[in-house]
């Protein structure tokens, strides 16, 4: 009596579906382990991949899947699987619905999995928690974050504005090419290195012939291999340099000037956080700091004038001809004032001047796909870092792809 009522609660509470019974219930207090004996008791089999009616042929070997813990046990699944006879004449092994064909755990066990992964953001942790080894943790990243990107591929999502940008993946200026959608504010993929060639073959692979000619606006940084892989791979679409990196050149020429001059000016020892940061932003010994440098005539100051008229340029402009005049006499006016570090920068946004004007007159920049660089960060920190490409770029979309990650429903 005590048995049966076992094995009837558990196969309610376990619940593999109709077809599979539990027959047995071995416990091995010892080592804290359970063992739950599953049999097949349905007389209908069908082709896995046809789902044609099949005729039993035989049972494979007894295998054994790891399954979510029973209370502090570690519980195992057991069963012999059927093998059928199929209209092609090949055997094959059916179809269990629980667990993968080729995998050693259950599906319910590789949804815990994904849950952890979730909380932690690391897979040491998480093959802890799940008291399994850190392989089958990352074999489970790995396979989920591709199913993911499988049933995406399939959806046929359109998509008509992307950013494409860099992150910094290890030293040596090692870098990865990010993928994203501002308007989900998820990644779209990830591609080793930012070369040409990877480039190329990273928006290959992402999108579909229908997505590349529907592709409207990308934003990027103004890196040479990702403007001429945007121009070869989406021919209607038009390129955005936005309003961050564009800033972030100013700034860096900025700096670069204080550097130079506060050699020879002591009142500007310390400045660099009080001129880069938004005024709303900083202390009040920043704020006495940059009133005493923006009235100032240091060539600092003229830089920062230079730049606070620049992004003054986004404020109310969507006309492209008005914008491009505005852009090109912001340009004369800082070349007016002959600072060879921001001259560069200058030269080097008429140089890209159709992209520049795009960010002036459009809403479209990179804000989203900086803040996904920052939630990246916290997931290279958090997992310590990542040696392989392939960890990382499963780590990214893992976490921040937007994906459906869970086994099929059983």
């Known amino acids: 009596m005590g048995m049966e009522f076992t094995k009837d609660f558990f196969n309610l509470i376990l619940d593999f579906g109709d077809e599979w019974v ?10 804290q382990q359970v063992y739950i004996d599953l049999e097949y008791k349905s007389d209908y089999y069908e082709d896995p991949e046809t789902l044609e009616p099949a005729k039993l042929y035989d049972h494979t070997e007894v295998r054994v899947w790891r399954h979510l813990d029973i209370l502090h046990y570690q519980t195992y699944v057991r069963c012999r699987i059927p093998r059928v006879l199929c209209k092609d004449g090949n055997v094959k092994q ?35 928690f799940m008291r399994c080894g ?16 499988e049933r995406r591929r399939i959806s046929k999502v359109p998509f008509e504005h992307i950013s494409i940008d860099e992150k910094s993946f290890k030293s040596g200026h090692k870098y990865v090419t990010v993928l994203s959608h501002p308007r989900s504010g998820v990644v779209l993929d990830v591609g080793e290195d930012r070369d040409g ?5 990273l928006l290959t692979k992402a999108f579909t012939d229908q997505q590349r000619k529907s592709m409207r606006t990308v934003s990027m940084d103004m890196w040479q291999a990702y403007i001429n892989s945007t121009a070869n791979q989406f021919p209607n679409a038009e390129i955005v340099h936005d309003k961050y990196h564009l800033i972030a050149y100013l700034n860096k020429s900025m700096d670069q000037v204080r550097r130079r001059e506060v050699e020879d000016n002591e009142e500007l020892v310390n400045s660099r956080y009080a001129l880069l940061k938004n005024e709303e932003n900083m202390t009040e010994k920043q704020k006495r700091k940059y009133e005493l440098i923006k009235s100032s005539n240091f060539e600092v100051s003229k830089v920062w004038h ?14 492209e001809k008005a914008a491009r005049e505005l852009f090109v006499n912001w340009a004369k006016d800082s070349f007016m004032n002959n600072i060879k570090e921001v001259n560069n920068v200058i030269l080097m946004f008429l140089n890209h001047a159709k992209g520049v004007v795009n960010a002036l007159i459009s809403n479209l920049n990179n804000a989203m796909a900086e803040r996904l660089n920052g939630k990246i960060q916290e997931v290279k920190l958090v997992g310590r870092g990542y040696r392989t490409f392939k960890n990382f770029r499963s780590a990214i979309l893992f976490f921040h792809g937007g994906l459906d990650l869970y086994p099929l429903k059983w």
Request: glycine share 4%; charged share 30%; proline share 0%.
């Open 134 to 149: 850190f392989r089958l943790v990352n074999r489970i990243m790995h396979r989920c974050t591709e199913r993911g990107m």
């Open 94 to 128: 059916i179809a269990i619905g629980w667990a993968g064909k080729h995998d050693r755990h259950t599906y319910h066990f590789e949804s815990r999995v994904i849950d952890l992964l979730k909380a932690t953001k690391n897979q040491t942790k998480t093959a802890e």
């Open 22 to 31: 539990i027959t047995g219930i071995e416990a091995d207090h010892r080592e």
């Open 197 to 201: 060639k990877s480039v190329e073959a």
């Open 306 to 319: 230079i730049r606070e008229n620049f992004k003054s340029l986004f404020e109310c402009y969507n006309e």
